[in-house]
């Protein structure tokens, strides 16, 4: 990790450290600075986040209620409506059961699924999930956090940096690619998958990349290159007959047809919208062929979506035709 990556986490581990540091100066959950700063980390996850990130990175023994209180916080939230699911569960409960309490067998059991059902199982599951937790930290995680927390600017100066260092690695690529799109720049997610693409040499990966491509391309508003990509994706499986390297055998019946054919129908509703007939008329005849050929369940899945699209282009004006 380099100045400009610690210089990230420094930022975004910042409230998260103020918070704990607060939450560590009362003596009692009701006295002090650590009411309040309850309060505020019980109410916001993303605040949450950083305080166990803070508290792994600083463990202190004396911690363990306040660490208790973090994983009850998080079992709460993600039982709660609309709850999104993070590894800050997983998290709190590694922190927890380091201490290798019997008392906290239970809310442990609950935290992990059942993985951990006694004391001396809970050090154990911690070390090796800690282990695990530390190979997997990296500057996406400070990304990732700095995106939740609302720092597009740094999160996406941060990734193009590392972009313009990817070389010829393919995961990194697709990790940036994946993240870059998530900020909402589509223009830079493009440039990564792009260079992905120029790496992938089988069939069935260039028509995973290709439908990832269509879909940033439709992001950033250039629907003919979205379309471009769609029709390198059909080839690519063989579809209407064109020769395979043999590594898309039932791709009709995986997900990938699925995806490929999702792909066709959001660019027939994006070229409606956008006012461009011809190019919803065609994608929708080739998503028609597609939603013929995919499977039963996949095509039903898509069959939402798939109205969506028909209606659109049911809705065009029909085109003009001479009369004799």
Request: hydrophobic content about 40%; some cysteine.
């Amino acid at each position: 990790m380099d100045a400009s990556d610690r210089s990230l986490r420094d930022i975004v581990l910042g409230p998260g450290r103020e918070t704990l540091r607060r939450l560590r100066s009362g003596t009692s959950p009701t006295r002090g600075e650590a009411a309040p700063a309850r309060e505020r980390v019980a109410a916001d996850p993303v605040l949450r986040a950083g305080v166990l990130y803070a508290a792994r990175h600083d463990p202190r023994a004396e911690d363990l209620p306040l660490l208790r209180f973090l994983l009850e916080c998080e079992c709460e939230c993600e039982s709660g409506p609309g709850a999104e699911r993070f590894e800050e569960r997983w998290l709190a409960a590694a922190l927890v059961a380091a201490h290798g309490r019997e008392e906290d067998v239970a809310l442990l059991r609950t935290a992990t699924s059942g993985q951990v059902t006694d004391s001396a199982g809970a050090v154990e599951w911690a070390r090796a999930r800690q282990e695990s937790d530390a190979e997997a930290e990296s500057e996406f995680t400070w990304i990732e956090l700095a995106r939740r927390q609302g720092r597009i600017a740094p999160a996406r100066l941060a990734l193009i940096r590392m972009l313009d260092d990817a070389g010829r690695d393919p995961d990194r690529l697709r990790k940036l690619s994946r993240a870059l799109e998530h900020l909402g720049d589509h223009a830079q997610a493009t440039r990564a998958q792009l260079h992905l693409l120029s790496l992938r040499h089988t069939d069935r990966d260039r028509a995973g990349e290709e439908y990832v491509l269509a879909r940033l391309e439709r992001g950033k508003g250039d629907l003919g290159a979205a379309g471009r990509a769609l029709s390198r994706a059909r080839a690519a499986v063989g579809a209407r007959g064109a020769p395979t390297d043999g590594t898309v055998a039932q791709w009709h019946r995986r997900g990938l047809g699925r995806m490929i054919t999702e792909q066709h129908l959001e660019l027939v509703i994006a070229a409606v919208e956008a006012g461009d007939p011809e190019l919803a008329r065609q994608t929708m005849t080739h998503a028609r062929r597609l939603l013929d050929t995919i499977g039963k369940e996949s095509a039903k899945a898509l069959s939402r979506l798939s109205t969506r699209a028909k209606w659109a282009v049911a809705g065009l004006e029909r085109p003009h035709t001479r009369t004799p």
